[in-house]
């Protein structure tokens, strides 16, 4: 007698796993329960609400003004909203120019501008500065107001081996 009831526990228990697992593994169309809500009729989680805020894109979080209001130890500086420029995010900076011979960024934690040049060349230097001055549609007078640093990334021979500097024009 006890081994009648051990095996019809035992196929009880199997019979109960199957039918839990065909529950939740099968296709169950969802039904519509109002307000934009759709709940599963079975074995599966329900959808966000219809009216739940999406994913959103780090984009989403930028200045959709015309113009940007930077805080500077010199004063307030007002530029061209440089995140309609953007090229790219990384790693909490904006992209706002990539090209082969240097990189300029804004780093959004700092309020830090960078110019990373990937040639000690003056001509390469001046280009990345007159073009960070375009981006932001300011002059040279504004622009050493503002947290911009200029460096070189290290390799070997070269005078200014990752070395940080102030754009060329603000030493005069």
Known sequence: MK?????AGILSALGVI???GW???RETPQENIGNGISAPQQGL???APANSPSITSITDQFPKTPTVKLGTSQGIVEVKNFYNALVDTEEGSVILKNLDDYV???RRDTSIFTIELFSNSQAVRQAA???????????????????VT????????N??????????????
């Open 23 to 25: 529950m939740f593994l």
């Open 45 to 47: 989680l329900p959808s």
């Open 18 to 20: 199957g039918y839990l």
């Open 104 to 106: 300029v960024a804004y």
């Open 150 to 157: 200029v460096s070189v990334p290290y390799s070997p021979g």
């Open 159 to 172: 005078p200014l081996n990752a070395k940080s500097s102030m754009l060329s024009f603000c030493f005069k």
């Open 3 to 7: 081994k009648i009831i051990y095996i």
């Open 129 to 147: 500065e007159t073009e960070l001055l375009n981006i932001l549609g300011i002059g040279q007078t504004d622009a050493c107001k503002l947290n």
